[in-house]
């Protein structure tokens, strides 16, 4: 079932998002409370024991398989919390992509308009900071399926094999654990270092106490960081010598990868940068050429490290609207093109963009030109032109600072299909967190002459850094980060990491966000946190729904912060 967006029909959005009846937040909470608690570690109706099942998977271990495809179609699964029937589905709920553009809606670098029909509306202005809201629980339900699915892989591996299948397999749900786990940490508390102690979210393991499952307190970062850190430390030494065949699984370069984002959260500077230059091995960055068109909607370039993969029949003509290419690609039919509902820069960061940056061009003007236009063709219309192209029910114009960045399916503008790729992890974030690491690692010198080389010949032949201090380098990769990383789900947790006030508006108020959604906030302001959805509130007897639900801070309005600045942008 989809929401129409033709003809007289309302989208009703709002009145799904905004107002959540208590039996789906009863039917989402009974779903976190199964994916957190049914861990599978005792005997199934009496007939089958855990130790049977890690015989039979000893014996045959490729009847695993089946299980570890599942870890990488819970990345992708359209419409995963909903029961189908007569309600009519979130078009906001389609995994992993939706996790990422829900926290880049709570950043300070994509814009939209303030409409019903824009599904991510709660995240933009902050109302996705209650427990009933669906946001949290989207993010939740996703992190925690992801886990369980984990769990009960590592429950059939016998602790002491040495059949290689399974060692792989082991390493696979490993990372899988450690990904979803830090995923919830960084949105569920404040960053690592200086909040080691405050408490994140439950640590959910196969092994677990059983007693647990209906009381689980949260773990502290220091405890959930240290079981991702061990996760994938063990992931990175099974996936040795693994050879996958698909950009959705996971190898040791995704291991090393995943952990070096976890370093560099955590201020280990040195292991950050070695597990980046590790992570690295085997792949190559996106070139000038490469980027000067639209793409990243496909897992197939040299520098894609790790992707959710679409294909065209699982994302049929009549779900355009629930997919990543309906809310983000400008071209293809969603709520992007045929609401307007363009995902556009903030102005005060694309002013910053150098004209030389080959990397400008992901964005239209205020004069609605970019050169990345002249490789597109939509109905014979091409280049600048496209711009203004109206067709009723299926194009509006596009706004100043309208992404062009992601192509669609195909590179066919105005397809029903929105199959593109979602990229989980590329060469070129890797590249950046080596250069930041080695720089507040003590070798300044090394980190500046590393981002300068990558960016005069991938990006910006003219580019020079000027930072002087460790401090001030970081600033520029954060920069960085926020152009060449734009709309790929890492804006909000980059402002958490670096404890970074957010900054939408400049200090006399000036901003693209619309008046609802213009404001700052502060770094240490709570309700920059995430709260934990009410399913799981009433489902967990150690979790507190108003002592222990990350109930601080102020909801933001126009006009909140004044005066905040950033530091990078707004100085």
């Given at each position: 079932?989809?929401?129409?967006?033709?003809?007289s029909?309302?989208?009703?959005?709002?009145?799904?998002?905004?107002?959540?009846?208590?039996?789906w937040?009863?039917?989402?909470?009974?779903?976190?409370?199964?994916?957190?608690?049914?861990?599978?570690?005792?005997?199934?109706?009496?007939?089958?024991?855990?130790?049977?099942?890690?015989?039979?998977?000893?014996?045959?271990?490729?009847?695993?398989?089946?299980?570890?495809?599942?870890l990488?179609?819970?990345?992708?699964?359209l419409?995963?919390?909903w029961?189908?029937?007569?309600?009519?589905?979130?078009?906001?709920?389609?995994?992993?992509?939706?996790?990422?553009?829900?926290?880049?809606?709570?950043?300070?670098?994509?814009?939209?308009?303030?409409?019903?029909?824009?599904?991510?509306?709660?995240?933009?202005?902050?109302?996705?900071?209650?427990?009933?809201?669906?946001?949290?629980?989207?993010?939740?339900?996703?992190?925690?399926?992801?886990?369980?699915?984990?769990?009960?892989?590592?429950s059939?591996?016998?602790?002491?094999?040495?059949?290689?299948?399974?060692?792989?397999?082991?390493?696979?749900?490993?990372?899988?654990?450690?990904f979803?786990?830090?995923?919830?940490?960084q949105?569920?508390?404040?960053?690592?270092?200086?909040?080691?102690?405050?408490?994140t979210?439950?640590?959910?393991?196969?092994?677990?106490?059983?007693?647990?499952?209906?009381?689980?307190?949260?773990a502290?970062?220091?405890?959930?960081?240290?079981?991702?850190y061990?996760?994938?430390?063990?992931?990175?030494?099974?996936?040795?010598?693994?050879?996958?065949?698909?950009?959705?699984?996971?190898?040791?370069?995704?291991?090393?990868?995943?952990?070096?984002?976890?370093?560099?959260?955590?201020?280990?500077?040195?292991?950050?940068?070695?597990?980046?230059?590790?992570?690295?091995?085997?792949y190559t960055?996106?070139?000038?050429?490469?980027?000067?068109?639209?793409?990243?909607?496909?897992?197939?370039?040299?520098?894609?490290?790790?992707?959710?993969?679409?294909?065209?029949?699982?994302?049929?003509?009549?779900?355009?609207?629930?997919?990543?290419?309906?809310?983000?690609?400008?071209?293809?039919?969603?709520?992007?093109t045929?609401?307007?509902?363009?995902?556009?820069?903030?102005?005060?960061?694309?002013?910053?963009?150098?004209?030389?940056?080959?990397?400008?061009?992901?964005?239209?003007?205020?004069?609605?030109?970019?050169?990345?236009?002249?490789?597109?063709?939509?109905?014979?219309?091409?280049?600048?032109?496209?711009?203004?192209?109206?067709?009723?029910?299926?194009?509006?114009?596009?706004?100043?600072?309208?992404?062009?960045?992601?192509?669609?399916?195909?590179?066919?503008?105005?397809?029903?299909?929105?199959?593109?790729?979602?990229?989980?992890?590329?060469?070129?974030?890797?590249?950046?967190?080596?250069?930041?690491?080695?720089?507040?690692?003590?070798?300044?010198?090394?980190?500046?002459?590393?981002?300068?080389?990558?960016?005069?010949?991938?990006r910006?032949?003219?580019?020079?850094?000027?930072?002087?201090?460790?401090?001030?380098?970081?600033?520029?990769?954060?920069?960085?980060?926020?152009?060449?990383?734009?709309?790929?789900?890492?804006?909000?947790?980059?402002?958490?990491?670096?404890k970074?006030?957010?900054?939408?508006?400049?200090?006399?108020?000036?901003?693209?966000f619309?008046?609802?959604?213009?404001?700052?906030?502060?770094?240490?302001?709570?309700?920059?946190?995430?709260?934990?959805?009410?399913?799981?509130?009433?489902?967990?007897?150690?979790?507190?729904?108003?002592?222990?639900?990350?109930?601080?801070?102020?909801f933001?309005?126009?006009?909140?912060?004044?005066?905040?600045t950033d530091?990078?942008?707004?100085?």
């Open positions: 079932i989809s929401c129409s967006l033709v003809g029909e309302m989208c009703i959005r709002d009145r799904y998002m905004k107002a959540i009846n208590k039996i937040v009863f039917a989402l909470g009974t779903a976190v409370m199964v994916s957190c608690s049914d861990l599978d570690t005792f005997p199934e109706s009496g007939i089958v024991t855990e130790d049977q099942k890690k015989e039979v998977v000893e014996d045959n271990p490729e009847r695993l398989q089946a299980d570890i495809n599942t990488s179609s819970i990345f992708t699964k419409l995963p919390n029961a189908g029937g007569s309600a009519t589905p979130f078009h906001n709920d389609f995994s992993y992509p939706a996790v990422c553009i829900a926290t880049d809606g709570n950043g300070a670098d994509m814009v939209s308009d303030n409409s019903d029909y824009e599904w991510f509306s709660v995240a933009f202005e902050y109302s996705d900071r209650n427990a009933n809201y669906a946001v949290p629980m989207f993010t939740w339900n996703f992190c925690y399926k992801l886990n369980k699915q984990a769990n009960d892989i590592l059939t591996i016998p602790a002491d094999t040495e059949n290689q299948t399974l060692i792989y397999y082991r390493g696979q749900a490993l990372v899988a654990r450690a979803a786990n830090f995923t919830l940490a949105r569920f508390q404040f960053t690592y270092k200086g909040n080691e102690d405050k408490p979210v439950p640590i959910v393991t196969w092994d677990m106490p059983a007693e647990r499952a209906g009381a689980n307190p949260r502290t970062n220091a405890e959930i960081y240290k079981l991702i061990d996760d994938l430390t063990q992931a990175i030494a099974d996936l040795e010598g693994f050879q996958r065949t698909s950009k959705a699984a996971a190898d040791r370069n995704v291991a090393y990868g995943m952990r070096a984002r976890v370093n560099l959260v955590m201020n280990n500077w040195g292991e950050a940068a070695t597990d980046a230059e590790a992570a690295l091995s085997g960055f996106l070139s000038k050429d490469d980027v000067s068109a639209p793409g990243f909607n496909s897992a197939n370039p040299p520098s894609w490290i790790w992707a959710g993969i679409y294909k065209a029949a699982d994302t049929p003509a009549n779900y355009r609207n629930i997919t990543w290419g309906g809310h983000l690609c400008s071209f293809a039919r969603g709520y992007t045929s609401q307007g509902l363009y995902k556009r820069i903030n102005s005060l960061l694309y002013n910053m963009i150098p004209d030389t940056d080959v990397r400008k061009g992901w964005w239209i003007n205020a004069s609605l030109e970019s050169p990345l236009l002249d490789h597109m063709d939509w109905d014979g219309v091409t280049g600048s032109a496209i711009s203004s192209l109206a067709i009723p029910n299926v194009k509006r114009a596009f706004q100043p600072y309208t992404n062009v960045k992601f192509a669609p399916y195909e590179n066919k503008c105005g397809t029903d299909i929105n199959a593109g790729d979602w990229c989980i992890m590329r060469a070129e974030e890797m590249l950046l967190i080596q250069a930041e690491a080695m720089a507040m690692g003590g070798n300044l010198g090394g980190g500046k002459s590393l981002l300068e080389n990558w960016v005069k010949t991938y910006d032949p003219s580019y020079s850094c000027a930072a002087t201090t460790p401090e001030a380098f970081q600033s520029e990769i954060w920069w960085q980060r926020r152009v060449e990383l734009w709309g790929e789900g890492h804006a909000y947790t980059d402002i958490m990491r670096l970074k006030n957010l900054v939408r508006c400049t200090t006399d108020g000036k901003s693209d619309p008046d609802a959604w213009a404001f700052n906030i502060a770094a240490t302001d709570g309700i920059l946190l995430m709260r934990i959805p009410t399913g799981e509130t009433n489902a967990n007897a150690a979790i507190d729904p108003v002592k222990d639900n990350n109930n601080e801070g102020t933001p309005v126009n006009g909140s912060g004044a005066g905040l530091g990078c942008v707004v100085k």
